[in-house]
């Protein structure tokens, strides 16, 4: 959604919730939707983990 205001992504991500949602279930998606971009702009700015060192670090617990 480059480009687009954040307040315009807001709306439209609420839009798209049912109606019956909890302004909770409201905050959650918000925060959910921020932790992905983070993600995203580290992995751009090459901050990322490659997926050998993760399936490294994994091996630990996946091998109990």
Same mark, same amino acid.
């Given at each position: 959604? #480059? +480009?687009?205001?954040?307040?315009? =992504?807001?709306?439209? &991500? &609420? =839009?798209?919730?049912?109606?019956?949602?909890? @302004?909770?279930? &409201?905050? #959650?998606?918000?925060?959910?939707?921020? =932790? @992905?971009?983070? +993600?995203?702009?580290?992995?751009?700015?090459?901050?990322?983990? #490659?997926?050998?060192e993760?399936?490294k670090?994994?091996?630990?617990?996946?091998?109990?």
């Amino acid at each position: 959604m #480059a +480009g687009v205001k954040v307040k315009e =992504q807001v709306i439209r &991500i &609420i =839009q798209e919730l049912p109606d019956e949602v909890s @302004i909770d279930d &409201i905050m #959650a998606e918000l925060y959910f939707k921020l =932790q @992905i971009d983070t +993600g995203l702009k580290e992995l751009d700015n090459g901050k990322g983990i #490659a997926h050998e060192e993760v399936e490294k670090r994994m091996s630990k617990w996946l091998s109990r």
